[in-house]
């Protein structure tokens, strides 16, 4: 299967009002897509990414106020990294501290990474890369477009062994491992690239076999979209995973994506997803996320919808 790279991660938050003001005014994301958990109606699935949310720049969250945090740990997706220019270290180090966030910092690969959490205790990271990363981030009033998020970097994926999920990754997936070096926290940590290479298409596999196993919920990666190009490519994908002797699901329309899901051997939900029709089918470039948008069998009960809904910081 031709798989491009990373297209988007989609994680569990508690307050949406924290949430969004997290991701829009402390990172400088763009508020991409307002919709609904097409499952829970009641509650928001939010989008930010860059400008247009190009495949590989949305972060997506379902919200459970009041719901237990999560325990992140092997059989998750543990860390979601953005890439920025080696540049903007300084200004990432800059902003977070005056924002009051804690974050540590370490060598990886050759690059700087900084460590932190969002606020109900997801993994995050900025890598600060001397590798060419073309893509545009979204203009933030207080984040320059010289130092905006340019789009994810990397996924780093926790188990208590990594072979299987590497096995999934290498022979039926198309990655292929491109370096490794000990992990900060110990273990192995091993890259993997997809397509071209570079920010974007790097998954990371990190081994830790003493750690208690993760637990879902709040703070926690729910599942790890990689893109392909279009349908085409998906039916391929499908047939490889069932093949491989995964279960997938049939082909999902996601209305700005279609998709298939597996979770694979060490426990992560794997969605491959199409890069079109993307997330300007219902909205224009300006507009986006500007307003509620619902499902077909949602629209007429509109009203009732939007009133059970907390307003935005936005
Ligand atoms: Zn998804």
């Known amino acids: 299967m031709k798989i491009l790279g ?5 994680a569990m938050a508690g ?3 924290a949430n969004v003001q997290f991701y829009t005014q402390v990172l400088g994301l763009r508020l991409i897509k307002r919709t ?3 499952d829970d109606p009641s509650t928001y699935h939010l989008y930010f ?3 247009v949310g190009t495949p590989g720049s949305a972060l997506t969250f ?4 009041g719901q237990p945090r999560g325990r992140p740990g092997p059989g998750q997706a543990t860390d979601t990294a953005w890439s920025v220019p080696a540049s903007s270290l300084d200004f990432w180090r800059e902003r977070l501290a005056s924002r009051g966030l804690e974050f540590a910092e370490e060598r990886r690969f050759g690059d700087t990474v900084l460590r932190f959490s969002d606020p109900d205790g997801l993994g995050l990271e900025i890598v600060a890369t001397s590798e060419a990363d073309p893509r545009q ?3 933030h009033p207080e984040v320059p477009v ?3 998020l340019r789009g994810f970097h990397s996924t780093t994926l926790t188990h208590a062994d990594s072979a299987r999920t590497a096995r999934l990754l290498v022979d039926i997936m198309g990655w292929r491992e491109i370096a490794r070096e000990p992990a900060s926290g110990g273990g192995e940590r091993v890259r993997y690239a997809a397509g071209a290479g570079g920010p974007g298409a790097y998954v990371d596999l990190v081994s830790a076999p003493e750690a208690p196993r993760g637990r879902p919920g709040a703070g926690t990666v729910h599942h790890v979209a990689f893109r392909v190009a279009d349908d085409a490519e998906e039916i391929v994908a499908l047939a490889e995973w069932r093949a491989a002797g995964l279960q ?3 082909q999902v329309d996601r209305n700005y994506f279609h998709s298939i899901y597996a979770r694979e051997p060490g426990g992560v939900l794997f969605e491959i997803a199409t890069d079109q029709p993307g997330f300007l089918i219902d909205e224009t470039r300006e507009s986006l996320g500007s307003r509620l948008l619902l499902p077909p069998q949602y629209e007429p009960h509109r009203a009732a919808i939007e009133a059970r809904l907390d307003p935005l910081p936005v």
């Not at 990373?6 to 989609?10: C, E, N, V």
């Not at 379902?62 to 106020?65: K, P, V």
């Open 36 to 38: 609904v958990n097409f």
């Open 49 to 51: 990414g860059d400008t």
């Open 6 to 10: 990373l297209h988007h991660i989609t």
């Open 137 to 139: 981030p979204w203009a």
């Open 248 to 250: 997938p699901s049939p």
């Open 62 to 65: 379902f919200y459970w106020a």
């Open 15 to 17: 307050d949406v009002a």
């Open 146 to 148: 010289a130092h905006g």
